[in-house]
């Protein structure tokens, strides 16, 4: 009741001090996950009031600006998002034909740019391990208005050579602390880096995954599935695990979530 009127605005706190210096009081300087310079996080009433499990941000103002986020207003695919022209890009028109029973959405947190370029160099090929936690609060606010509308969540398997070589793997380092989810696809062997292709090549890939059953799992029960990969570049990679859940006999629509398109 205090902590409500004080940042309401109901009068001076403890020893006369106003509400805005009662509310610097539970203030944090943390580090900024990307920059590393300090800055302030002020909570508002809410945060404190809520029962909530409340997930701090991790990013500076400064730094979370330089992220753009992926607009629906822009002109793009409408199945995939590829920015361009408002019709099934050519890409999709490939998917649709090889695989005309899968019809979810796409969706994603951020459009791929020069930040978020560098943002995954520095987290996959040098393997920081600590920018994992950088956009859990974006992905948890994404979350929070979607978790009812799915009976699982598939993680995209890694390569696990590379995997081993990183220490971790980066879907499930990027969304295991605020998603719930259910890893039953393996990766088998070695394949050439997704950066290192082209367009071509991505798309007629072999097919590289397994599904591995798991005690508990009733995939053919499953009415909604999302699939969450780290970026979604031709699709071929979310396609080919969406292909698999289906061999195994899931009827289920497939959504797919990246954290950049």
Known sequence: FLLTRLYLGHGPGPG???SEESARRFSVTPACGWCGRPWTITPTCGALCSVRRQRPATLCPE????????????????RCHRPGAAVLCAD????????????????????????IQTYFERFKRQGDYQLAAVFAADI???WRTRRRHYDAVIPV?????????RGFDPVTALFASVLPLTPVLEKQGTTPEQAQQDRATRLTT??????????GVR???????????????????????????????????????????
């Open 16 to 18: 006369g001090e106003s």
């Open 63 to 78: 730094c979370r600006a330089t992220f753009l986020p992926w607009s629906a207003e822009m002109v793009h695919c409408p």
């Open 92 to 115: 999709c028109q490939y998917w649709q034909q090889l695989l005309p029973w899968l019809d979810g959405q796409a969706q994603h947190l951020f459009a791929y740019h020069s930040p």
């Open 140 to 142: 948890g606010d994404w």
């Open 157 to 165: 398997p890694s390569d696990p050579v590379r995997a081993r070589q």
């Open 206 to 215: 072999r097919q590289p995954f397994i599904y591995q059953p798991k005690r």
């Open 219 to 261: 995939l053919r029960q499953w009415r909604r599935i999302l699939l969450v990969d780290d970026i979604y570049t031709t699709g071929s990679t979310l396609h080919q695990t969406a292909a698999v859940l289906h061999a195994a006999g899931s009827d289920a629509v497939m959504d797919t979530f990246t954290l950049a398109r």
